[in-house]
């Protein structure tokens, strides 16, 4: 049984769900007050426990640790130096942990518990960049909303994301994890994961407090390279890098954490101009920060700390209020406060904020709010879990070429080949950052085409991806010398009206620490995609591959291709159902794909260049390549449909001066014979301005589905907000001038016009 504290006049009553239960509510008024009375009788190391944050380090249902490190930290647990733990999954698990801080620490403060809850937890939705693919910001909210409720099922209730690094290069693996490219489109979809993660209620049971990663700058490393150093200026910082991050804190999210790289020379764990002067001061963020995994001490590798001690103290005066791994604050932070390196007001204020989170959580109400062993058996992999996932999965995909209509499939009398390494695949289709979800869970492509009887379906794997099972953190050893099931496949393709061929990466061959310097299909897939193209040119290349790859062979000779990326556990059935037509693709590519890997960074809102075109034949000296051609295999937005549409009529009207608004219209006819969806994209370009601008900027999207022949009047709503733009000391401005409108269906807009703005 653990003590109670009683203290002044306030009858403190810490915080167990035994007899000694708190009678604190958690209305939110009377948060601060409770904080002050915590604090109050807190010592200092228990106030930098509540800072520090451990891995699961023991079989928690299994025997007490009794020597080395795991018995050190359990005492840390026990004493109530431990605020939070991570990787702790499953309720008999949780309550066991949290039994100890609750039951036998001094004070009973309860933990958070955190996991990387990325695209589901036990059931899996596609995966971050997929999903942004669907332009739907209703579908990913309800994703965000579907994981919140098995994880938090499970025990937890945090989890590390979203992450909303924009990144303009795919060579780094994590731009699996994010949105793409543009800080629009980021912006709300980070808003959008916010909220399906947090919901309208933080103390509901079955919502979990989000984290917004990894503040900042981390998807612009050096050469697509993990963990690699930033370097860009602050037109940048402020325009295209923040944008997504003020969105979530203007969303509420509980928290942030800070990023592996520097920034201006200074690693962003101890960069008091990101954590402080940005995030806690000028943009009022309340919740608190997250070292991510041993960035404190990692500060020394950088070259900035001297040791453990010297990065502590960076960190903490830099306003990093949590330690993930780094044993940094447990072990050093108290001294340095009694050494007058820290202040203390420093501690208080980041204990503060980290009580606040967990008071929102509802968990001094109950600390075992989320142990309930009958709902995590109810929810985990529930059909209502399983038809979330397969509704996002086939919004996701996007087709990105459909020459002659060979898709969609006729459902009966064809004779369909199905070959590729990752047809069968049922682990690949689950992605990176799947921690929970048990491998061979993912309906396979061969099973969801399987559900279509009509049709005289053979399958041949044709090559190996990977030499064996991969693990998450193992590098993929893949296969580049065994040809010997080409033949069986050749054989199966010569017999075919129709070949599907699933290509791609591995679902682990993208993510944290999987940077690629070359994008083609890995492997052997290449050599087998031509060989099968020799006997049967009919070929329907399905793509699965967590970021852009370089795939200029087979848009020249490849009728059609679907990326359909790694779309989680209801891969293959939403795949299926595109192909056969029964769903009409929609996705938007919310990246560019380049024609090769030395165009990369490759984007669409791009900086015009005092030669931006060739304006005289006979002059070479202007920005391009001698080699290729400057524009990406495929732009950001583009997407095809089974049915077509028509834009016309764009036309703008200027109330700048009377409402502060220029209101845009445009008309969107179906001229197909399908019903189908439209991702109507706005873009604008400031002509001229005090700082230069991109040639486009994404202001505005709507989907429309209309039937055929069908005609749809849009209108959109231009205000300062999207008419202005950040200067180089971070003020937002608007200015007067000329500006271009465009709208279209993807980037390479179709209709346009001007209007002047005078404000």
């Known amino acids: 049984m653990k003590k109670t504290i009683i203290t002044l006049a306030f009858c403190v009553v810490l915080f167990s769900c035994n007899e000694n239960k708190t009678e604190f509510s958690s209305n939110e008024n009377l948060i601060d007050q409770k904080i002050d009375s915590l604090l109050k009788i807190m010592t200092l190391e228990e106030k930098v426990g509540q800072m520090n944050q451990y891995n699961g380090f023991w079989d928690v249902t299994g ?189 509420g999210v509980s928290t942030f954490m800070n990023s592996f790289n520097e920034l201006n020379g200074i690693p962003a764990t101890g960069n008091t101009y990101l954590q402080r002067d940005i995030l806690k001061e000028q943009w009022k963020f309340d919740g608190f920060v997250v070292s991510d995994w041993g960035s404190i001490i990692e500060m020394k590798a950088h070259g900035f700390a001297k040791d453990k001690k010297h990065a502590t103290e960076l960190a903490a005066n830099a306003g990093s209020d949590m330690d993930m791994e780094s044993y940094a604050y447990v072990e050093e932070l108290a001294n340095l406060v009694k050494e007058g390196k820290v202040k203390e007001e420093f501690i208080d204020d980041s204990v503060r904020r980290i009580l606040k989170v967990k008071y929102e959580l509802g968990l001094f109400d109950d600390p075992y709010k989320y142990c309930d062993e009958a709902r995590e058996k109810d929810v985990l992999g529930s059909e209502k879990m399983h038809n979330a996932s397969l509704d996002i999965a086939k919004k996701s995909i996007v087709l990105l070429k459909n020459e002659g209509n060979l898709l969609p499939l006729s459902k009966k009398g064809q004779k369909i080949a199905l070959i590729g390494p990752l047809a069968a695949d049922k682990t690949s289709p689950l992605g990176s950052w799947r921690l929970a979800a048990d491998d061979n869970t993912a309906v396979s492509v061969l099973e969801g085409l399987e559900k279509y009887d009509g049709n005289n379906l053979t399958y041949a794997k044709g090559t190996d991806l990977t030499l064996e099972q991969p693990e998450f953190i193992k590098e993929l050893k893949i296969n580049t010398t065994d040809k010997s099931e080409f033949g069986k496949a050749i054989t199966v393709a010569k017999n075919a009206d129709v070949v599907i061929m699933v ?159 220029i209101s845009v219209s445009v008309k969107l006819t179906n001229t197909g014979k399908t019903k189908g969806k439209e991702v109507v994209q706005l873009y604008i370009q400031d002509k001229f301005a005090s700082i230069t601008r991109p040639v486009k900027e994404l202001k505005g999207f709507q989907m429309v589905e209309l039937n055929p022949n069908k005609t749809k009047e849009l209108k959109f709503l231009l205000t300062k907000k999207e008419l202005g733009f950040y200067n180089n000391t971070g003020d937002f401005i608007i200015e007067s001038g000329d500006f271009n409108v465009y709208i279209g269906g993807s980037s390479n807009t179709v209709v346009d016009a001007q209007f002047n703005l005078n404000n």
Request: hydrophobic content about 40%; aromatic content about 10%.
């Open 63 to 251: 025997p007490k640790p009794d020597g080395g490190d795991a018995a050190k930290k359990y005492e840390h647990l026990k004493k109530g130096w431990v605020g939070s733990m991570l990787n702790v999954t499953g309720v008999k698990n949780v309550r066991a942990v949290q039994k100890i801080a609750v039951e036998e620490s001094r004070l009973g403060i309860p933990l958070i518990i955190g996991f990387d809850v990325i695209h589901g937890y036990k059931t899996l939705s596609p995966i971050p960049l997929a999903e942004a693919a669907s332009w739907d910001l209703e579908a990913i909210q309800k994703s965000a909303e579907m994981a919140a409720e098995e994880a938090s099922a499970a025990g937890i209730n945090w989890t590390f994301a979203p992450m909303i690094d924009i990144s303009r290069d795919a060579r780094w693996g994590r731009v699996m994890e994010g949105a793409g490219e543009d800080p629009f489109l980021g912006s709300k979809i980070a808003e959008a994961r916010v909220n399906g993660f947090q919901g309208k209620d933080l103390n509901a049971h079955n919502t979990i407090a989000a984290c917004a990663k990894h503040f900042a700058g981390y998807g612009f490393s050096e050469s697509g390279r993990d963990y690699n150093t930033v370097d860009v200026g602050t037109s940048t910082l402020f325009n295209t890098i923040f944008p997504p991050f003020k969105a979530a804190s203007e969303a």
């Open 503 to 661: 290509l791609g990466e591995h679902g682990f061959q993208s993510g944290e620490a999987r940077s690629r310097a070359v994008l083609d299909l890995p492997g052997l897939q290449q050599e087998l995609l031509e060989a099968i193209f020799k006997v049967n040119k009919n070929i329907v290349l399905v793509l699965n591959n967590g970021r852009p790859l370089t795939i200029n062979w087979a848009d020249k000779n490849i009728p059609a291709i679907v990326e359909a990326w790694p779309l989680g556990t209801q891969s293959g059935n939403a795949i299926a159902q595109v192909l056969y037509g029964d769903y009409n693709p929609s996705g938007k590519l919310p990246m560019s794909f380049p024609r090769s890997v030395g165009q990369i960074p490759i984007y669409y809102n791009y900086k015009n260049t005092g030669r931006p075109v060739l304006t005289d034949p006979g002059i070479v000296f202007w920005s391009h390549y001698s080699d290729i051609e400057n524009t990406p295999l495929y732009p950001f937005g583009h997407g095809l449909s089974y049915t077509s549409f028509v834009y016309e009529n764009l036309n703008i009207t200027d109330t700048f001066k009377t409402n502060g608004t």
